[in-house]
């Protein structure tokens, strides 16, 4: 069984920055991508930012200028470094790996953490 196991949240001041990791518990190679999604109180799950085997990445509108999604193949680790921080990010960061098998899609959350943006 896969296990994605996120860190790096906390409590932030607006303007600042924070750095989440996902640790896979196998090499990450064996993912078609891997990527962020946040959840905050009362609004559903939305993507933050994915980045494919090959390092390809995409990322939401709303931070493209802010954030950056990266992986270190070696640690089977997957990035979100976040800069200027707003109140509006607060929300629980999820980690997701996506695996092809066959004709089937197979995913993978790890258990979230929460970063809070609060003066």
């Known amino acids: 069984q896969v296990q994605l196991v996120e860190s790096g949240g906390g409590l932030v001041q607006p303007g600042g920055s924070l750095r989440l990791s996902c640790t896979a518990s196998?090499?990450?190679?064996?993912?078609?991508?891997m990527g962020w999604y946040r959840q905050a109180p009362g609004k559903q799950r939305d993507l933050v930012a994915t980045i494919s085997s090959t390092g390809r990445t995409t990322t939401a509108d709303y931070a493209k200028d802010r954030f950056t999604i990266s992986r270190d193949n070696v640690k089977r680790t997957v990035f979100l470094q976040m800069n200027t921080l707003k109140p509006e990010d607060t929300a629980v960061y999820y980690c997701n790996a996506v695996r092809l098998v066959g004709p089937s899609r197979v995913e993978y959350w790890g258990q979230g953490t929460q970063v809070t943006v609060s003066s």
């Open positions: 196998e090499s990450i190679f064996s993912f078609g991508a």
